[in-house]
Nanobody, 128 residues
Framework: QVQLVESGGGLVQAGDSLRLSCAAS????????MGWFRQAPGKEREFVAA???????????YYADFVNGRFTISRDNAKNTVYLEMNRLEPADTAMYYC??????????????????WGQGTQVTVSS
């Protein structure tokens, strides 16, 4: 059974940084796609970032426009873990952050329906 477990969320002030982690178990996603979505109260779930296998040991990364260079997604295949480093956080970044994964090289990586596996989420709250 595949499980994705997020950690690293919390309450921070505007301008601070957080590092989210997502540990996968049940299978490896070395040659597949992992990423992050978020959902704020009253809003739809939205794409944040994805990291997708390209060739042996190389990956492509993709970001939502609102990231604007503030976030970095990375992965450690030895630990079967994906990370989201978030810098210069803003109150608008307040949301539940979800880790996602799929066995395939997802083409439409910004669509939540493309991912088979979801974590339970970790809350990020940014105060002004």
């Amino acid at each position: 059974q595949v499980q994705l477990v997020e950690s690293g969320g919390g309450l921070v002030q505007a301008g601070d940084s957080l590092r989210l982690s997502c540990a996968a178990s049940g299978r490896t996603f070395d040659s597949a796609t992992m990423g992050w979505f978020r959902q704020a109260p009253g809003k739809e779930r939205e794409f944040v970032a994805a990291i997708r296998w390209r060739t042996t040991s190389t990956y492509c990364t993709y970001y939502a426009d609102f990231v604007n260079g503030r976030f970095t997604i990375s992965r450690d295949n030895a630990k079967n873990t994906v990370y989201l480093e978030m810098n210069r956080l803003e109150p608008a970044d307040t949301a539940m952050y979800y880790c996602v994964a799929d066995n395939a090289v997802v083409v439409r990586y910004s669509r939540p329906t493309e991912y088979d596996y979801w974590g339970q989420g970790t809350q990020v709250t940014v105060s002004s």
